[in-house]
Each structure stands twice: as structure tokens, then as C-alpha cells.
């Protein structure tokens, strides 16, 4: 019986060395999304105009009033008052910077206790997402 348990640990022992070996070879690596791996709508603050096309950090020249004013555009809901545009203004790393609810002013992403900015102008409620994400189909490095 002591030979069996002591066959057992060095088992065990062998199973463990050999798990952590292996697992340091291995390196994963992360996977993030960027704004490009998504389609959007992009909204002319100048004109209304719209497109759907990749997400990117940045403004857009318009196509139909010529302004440096197209800004990526997500729509969300109020319960109570229905759909509004929000545009988002993204820092160099694609991060949401500052958001424009429907013709509101610009205002930071988040506001002093960290929730998401994103306020119905209408009764001052959080809203949340009207549109679907709609990923761009492409393989993984």
C-alpha cells in the first residue's frame, strides 16, 4: 500500500511538471477588436448626411457637402422617446472620447462617476443601443 501511494504522488507530481512545462511554450496571445473590424454609420454633424462603411479614428470629409464633419454614429433608445443619433469622437488608440447626442453639445465619454455619457436629451435617462453590432467577416491572425 505505501509503494502504491508513493507511485501515485510521483504520478501526480510528473502530471503537474509536465502540464506547466508544456503551458510555458504555449503564449497566447490577445485578440482585440478595433474599429475598422466593425461596420458603422457615419453621420454628417453639418448636413445629416449618412454612410455605412468600416469604422475608423477620426473625422470624414462628407461626400455630399464636403465638411470634415463625419463622425461615427450609434444609435440609442429611450424607452420612453425613442431612437436618437449619438456620434463618437475616438482618441488615437480608437478609445470613445467625447459623444454628441442627437444635436446636443459634446460631452466626455464617461462622466465623474465613470458611467457612460450617453443621456436621453429629452428626460436625462441612460440610453442603450438601438443598433446591432455588425462585425466585418475576416480571418484572425
Same mark, same amino acid.
Given at each position: 500500500?505505501?509503494?502504491?501511494?508513493?507511485? $501515485?504522488?510521483?504520478?501526480?507530481?510528473?502530471?503537474?511538471?509536465?502540464? $506547466?512545462?508544456?503551458? +510555458?511554450?504555449?503564449?497566447?496571445?490577445?485578440?482585440? +477588436?478595433? $474599429?475598422?473590424? @466593425?461596420? *458603422?454609420?457615419?453621420? /454628417?454633424?453639418?448636413?445629416?448626411?449618412?454612410?455605412?462603411?468600416?469604422?475608423?479614428? #477620426?473625422?470624414?470629409? /462628407?461626400?455630399?457637402? #464636403?465638411?470634415?464633419?463625419?463622425?461615427? /454614429? !450609434?444609435?440609442?433608445?429611450?424607452?420612453?422617446? #425613442?431612437? @436618437?443619433?449619438?456620434?463618437?469622437?475616438?482618441?488615437?488608440? #480608437?478609445?470613445?472620447?467625447? *459623444?454628441?447626442?442627437? =444635436?446636443?453639445?459634446? $460631452?466626455?465619454?464617461?462622466?465623474?462617476?465613470? &458611467? !457612460? &455619457? !450617453?443621456?436621453?436629451?429629452? /428626460?436625462?435617462? @441612460?440610453?442603450?443601443?438601438? =443598433?446591432?453590432?455588425?462585425?466585418?467577416?475576416?480571418? +484572425?491572425?
Amino acid at each position: 500500500m505505501p509503494f502504491l501511494l508513493a507511485l $501515485l504522488c510521483a504520478a501526480l507530481v510528473g502530471a503537474v511538471a509536465y502540464n $506547466l512545462a508544456s503551458a +510555458r511554450r504555449h503564449t497566447a496571445r490577445p485578440y482585440r +477588436r478595433t $474599429l475598422a473590424d @466593425f461596420y *458603422v454609420t457615419w453621420r /454628417c454633424l453639418a448636413c445629416g448626411h449618412e454612410l455605412e462603411d468600416r469604422g475608423a479614428v #477620426g473625422t470624414r470629409a /462628407c461626400p455630399a457637402c #464636403g465638411k470634415q464633419e463625419m463622425y461615427v /454614429c !450609434i444609435r440609442h433608445a429611450c424607452p420612453r422617446h #425613442g431612437v @436618437f443619433p449619438v456620434a463618437f469622437e475616438h482618441d488615437s488608440a #480608437g478609445d470613445p472620447v467625447r *459623444v454628441k447626442v442627437a =444635436d446636443g453639445q459634446w $460631452l466626455p465619454y464617461t462622466d465623474e462617476d465613470m &458611467n !457612460i &455619457n !450617453i443621456r436621453c436629451p429629452q /428626460c436625462g435617462e @441612460f440610453m442603450m443601443p438601438a =443598433d446591432r453590432a455588425r462585425p466585418v467577416q475576416q480571418q +484572425r491572425p
